[in-house]
């Protein structure tokens, strides 16, 4: 069985990374789907999204990285996919997933959602958090694989520079 595991992953998050990690002792291969979300911002661009996933999930051999613009579930049958893999922190993620599990069904009946609950020392994480304590300075490495947690300096580190020059 296939599954798919869309997201923005602006940045992934070690909880994301547990859902993968675990996803692949489920399905025999797990795509990992970077998805446009027009209702948000992004920090870093799709392609840089789709190459951190790809550096950080290299020891996962059942481990795909890809990028779609459209429906999750369009996407899910171009794979061949039979399962949406989606991770739960909290009551109102279960809320809205329930939500989107049951739109998706009404648009493709083959396609299944499976949950699987965020382990509990990363119920707490999401990437919105993760960009506020990076924008502020703070430790991000127990929070992020080491490739996004230097990206994350990195872009804020530019962005300061360009702050203090242009002042």
């Known amino acids: 069985m296939i599954a798919i ?45 789709v190459e951190q996933i790809k550096e950080c999930t290299q020891h996962l051999s059942k481990v795909e990285v890809d990028s779609y613009t459209g429906l999750t579930v369009d996407y899910a049958k171009l794979h061949n996919a039979q399962v949406l893999l989606r991770g739960l922190r909290v009551l109102s993620d279960f809320e809205k997933e329930l939500q989107m599990a049951h ?8 396609v299944q959602t499976v949950f699987l609950a965020t382990s509990k ?44 020059h242009s002042s």
């Open 5 to 49: 595991y869309p997201g923005s992953f602006d940045p992934i998050t070690l909880g994301h990374l547990d859902i993968i990690e675990r996803g692949v002792l489920l399905f025999e291969k797990v795509i990992v789907t970077v998805m446009y979300n027009p209702s948000k911002k992004p920090l870093f661009p799709v392609e840089k999204r």
């Open 103 to 110: 739109t998706n069904k009404t648009l493709a009946k083959e």
């Open 121 to 164: 020392e990363y119920s707490f994480l999401s990437s919105s958090t993760v960009k506020e304590i990076a924008r502020f300075g703070g430790s991000i490495s127990h929070l992020v694989p080491e490739n996004v947690a230097q990206d994350l300096r990195d872009h804020h580190s530019r962005n300061m520079t360009k702050v203090i």
